[in-house]
């Protein structure tokens, strides 16, 4: 059966605020599952608490809407039992860089074949806009009392120093690059992150949808390539890194978008085999219906 785009959309209206950013991130999503061709009942989201939380009951794949900080551990779990689904997580700033924190990092050292997606608008949305880890210092948008007094985390520096090996930025309004971006994250074997810059119209009005358009700009249309190969010497990869960390601490007038960094290394699955006979036929039965385990 041909798949067609509104197979990916669920028969739920999304209820967020209008001219949230969170529309043109589902709205990339779903492209670039329909684009890839991946069936419906071969992918997974995992989202934690938050508004971006609600994105797995608005598509028509599976969907998992766990705790708090928490959605890493579960997608982790589901694509170890069945490693031929394309398992996505997802999460706010809040939710991804403050109480998820620890598991961001745990699961850089494990490069499992996943995507992970950051919903970041720089507020806690759903309990009324308190600075989250990615406001920056001194910043204060209309729902803080007082100015931030704490430094701002970058998400991308944090997934280079934790491991991760295909690390992009994308932005919610910008949805043709963002399912690009997408489309590169689920292809890259191993562990992936998007940190997607939206607007939150209800509670940032430091970082709406104006201050982004000037600004926002693709690394990669301008000649910039993320590639580290496995066969790279040392002088390279430190060229490489060096570039990288320019790169992504670019912010102000101009900030950057696209590729940053992707780099070849084995997967945690791939690893997994090697220590576990027969792995991953020894995984639970897991397979979704209409799958192969069906209609044998
Ligand atoms: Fe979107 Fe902000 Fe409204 Fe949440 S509070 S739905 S992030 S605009």
């Known amino acids: 059966m041909e798949l067609k785009l509104a197979d990916y959309k669920s028969d739920l209206a999304p209820d967020w605020c209008p001219g949230c950013g969170d529309y043109g991130i589902l709205s990339a999503l779903q492209t670039a599952l329909y684009k890839l ?3 419906p009942g071969r992918a997974v989201l ?3 608490i938050g508004c971006s939380a609600k994105t797995v009951h608005y598509a028509a794949t599976y969907g998992v809407h766990t705790l708090h900080g928490r959605p890493l551990p579960v997608a982790q779990g589901v694509k170890l039992a069945n490693p031929e689904l394309t398992v996505i997580a997802m999460a706010g700033d809040g939710d991804g860089m403050g109480i998820g924190a620890g598991h961001f990092v745990g699961v850089g050292r494990r490069n499992p074949d996943l995507l992970y997606l950051i919903f970041n608008n720089e507020v806690y ?3 009324k806009g ?3 880890p990615t406001l920056e210092l001194g910043a204060q948008p209309k729902s803080l009392a007082r100015p931030n007094i704490q430094s701002k985390v970058n998400p991308l520096m944090l997934a280079f120093a934790a491991g991760f ?3 992009a930025r994308g932005y919610a309004y910008d949805v043709k690059n963002l399912a690009r971006l997408m489309q590169q994250g689920i292809e890259h074997r191993g562990l992936a992150m998007i940190d997607v ?3 939150c119209p209800t509670y940032n009005n430091l970082h709406t949808r104006e201050w982004f358009a000037p600004r926002v700009y693709d690394i990669n ?6 590639r580290v190969p496995r066969e790279m010497s040392d002088a390279e990869r430190a060229e490489r890194m060096a570039r990288f960390t320019l790169k992504a601490t670019e912010w102000g007038e101009r900030i950057p978008t696209g590729v940053f960094w992707q780099a070849e290394l084995p997967s945690f699955e791939e690893r997994l085999g090697e220590f576990l006979p027969g792995y991953p036929e020894t995984a639970p039965a897991t397979r979704p219906p209409g799958g192969e385990a069906d209609r044998a």
């Open 46 to 48: 995992v989202s934690g």
């Open 125 to 127: 949305g759903m309990t």
């Open 37 to 39: 061709g991946i069936e």
């Open 197 to 199: 810059l939206q607007p």
């Open 165 to 167: 090996t295909f690390i």
């Open 130 to 132: 308190q600075a989250s």
């Open 221 to 226: 249309a301008e000649g910039y390539d993320p």
